[in-house]
């Protein structure tokens, strides 16, 4: 297949354990050609974490992953954090305050991943479920930090949060703001076509290229970039979205669209926020 322009997925997993470099090559032969690949949630490979540290783990497993990808002729680009939903689970063990503590330290080692230049992005964000009062305070207290943390490494974070709205938007932004972040480099992954509100805002949203999803956004404009947000988990195939979901959207929206949106979408975009060369 001979492309004209690339194919990004902004968010994706691959486990070496389920489909691993075979979900690659399925994202490739239908056209796509550069992923966002993030870590999965510790606990997912059985990691039981009681002190930062134990989330090298994690990070080292993604980054492998990654030269293993890059191997195939996909360009891969890790991204490195620890997920929200980590505060629930260290909770069930230990104090709020510590899992907090502990939390902020695997960031700061995935930190130091971007700064090496092994990862280009963090991860961070706040549970997508209802928690108590103290822990949805404790994640924003988290999510706070991976913005003051990226805005001295001046990298991009991945936002994994509660399904959004405006008002929700509005309150991740204030809270990103505050910090001095670059705003463009705030991104809301798994984030619904509300592309003028998050440009109003200043957030990047990553739209989850479900059914008309794609063509909602583009009604707006051309300011997002596009995921799966697949999983690769052996006991749910294709959640959340299959690896050829944006390579197969892209190529059909392009004969309606054109070629031109998908320029900027699938290469100036992400190069912009994550300040990474995006070439075929």
């Avoid at 009604?219 to 197969?248: C, H, N, S, W």
């Amino acid at each position: 297949m001979t492309l004209s322009f690339p194919i990004t997925d902004e968010h994706m997993h691959i486990d070496l354990r389920a489909k691993g470099l075979k979900a690659v090559k399925e994202f490739q032969n239908t056209g796509g050609t550069h992923i966002f690949l993030v870590m999965k949630p510790s606990w997912t490979l059985g990691i039981k974490v009681t002190k930062p540290e134990d989330q090298i783990a994690v990070f080292e497993k993604t980054v492998n992953i990654s030269k293993q990808i890059n191997e195939t002729g996909v360009t891969s680009f890790p991204v490195l954090g620890v997920h929200p939903a980590e505060i629930t689970k260290l909770a069930e063990y230990m104090e709020l305050s510590k899992a907090v503590e502990t939390m902020k330290g695997g960031l700061d080692i995935a930190a130091d991943y971007v700064n090496r230049g092994l990862a280009v992005g963090l991860k961070s964000g706040r549970p997508h479920y209802p928690v108590s009062p103290e822990i949805w305070d404790a994640s924003n207290e988290v999510m706070e930090y991976a913005f003051t943390l990226a805005k001295d490494l001046d990298c991009a974070v991945q936002l994994h949060t509660e399904d959004v709205g405006e008002p929700e938007l509005i309150d991740i932004a204030q809270r990103a703001r505050k910090t001095g972040i670059k705003m463009h480099k705030v991104v809301k992954h798994y984030a619904p076509p509300l592309v003028n509100v998050c440009e109003r805002l200043g957030i990047f949203p990553g739209v989850l290229a479900g059914k008309g999803a794609i063509e909602e956004a583009l009604e707006q404009g051309t300011r997002f970039m596009m995921e799966t947000d697949y999983i690769d988990d052996p006991d749910r195939p294709g959640a959340v979205l299959g690896p050829k979901t944006i390579p197969r959207r892209t190529l059909k929206l392009a004969e309606e669209f054109g070629e031109e949106p998908f320029w900027k979408i699938h290469k100036e975009n992400p190069e912009k926020v994550y300040e990474v060369d995006i070439e075929l």
